[in-house]
């Protein structure tokens, strides 16, 4: 049998986290498709959820998302009943997103589903390799946990 092509750039870290990172957003991205949602969803209600009532322009600046595409976002939200747009109390001008009661049992599911295909994503880990590895990730990222 043939060794596969590029065995150095195989065995770099960026190469093998990318790797783990693909498969990781694919698992997540089925597993909210089961639940009618994309991933870009699940972030802006999440984000919803922590901010609301949050005005329109936080939000996509929050989530980093371009407010073309957070537009798009929030009207198949708003049409699934997900979410509310109205005028910010804080500035009359603008408006807020606010979860729906609909809204809030979404999220909770595709947390519940997100956490499962994590969970898979991780399971060829032992519980303490997976802790230790969550931490090297982090630090490794350069991004700080907030939990």
Known sequence: MAEAPL????SLPSWLLGRAAARGRALVAEALAAQG??????????AVRDLAPVAQADLGRGVGLDP????????????????????DP???????????????RMLQRCEEVACAANA????????????????????????????
């Open 7 to 10: 065995p150095a750039i195989r």
């Open 37 to 46: 949602m994309k991933m870009w969803h699940h972030v802006v209600l999440s």
């Open 68 to 87: 073309k595409d957070l537009v798009g976002v929030l009207n198949d939200l708003q049409s699934a009943s997900l979410v509310l747009r109205e005028p």
């Open 90 to 104: 804080k500035d009359r001008r603008k408006n807020a997103v606010r979860l729906t009661e609909q809204g809030e």
């Open 120 to 147: 898979e994503l991780l399971e060829p880990l032992s519980e303490e390799e997976r802790e230790r590895f969550l931490e090297m990730l982090v630090r490794v990222s350069g991004t700080r946990e907030t939990n």
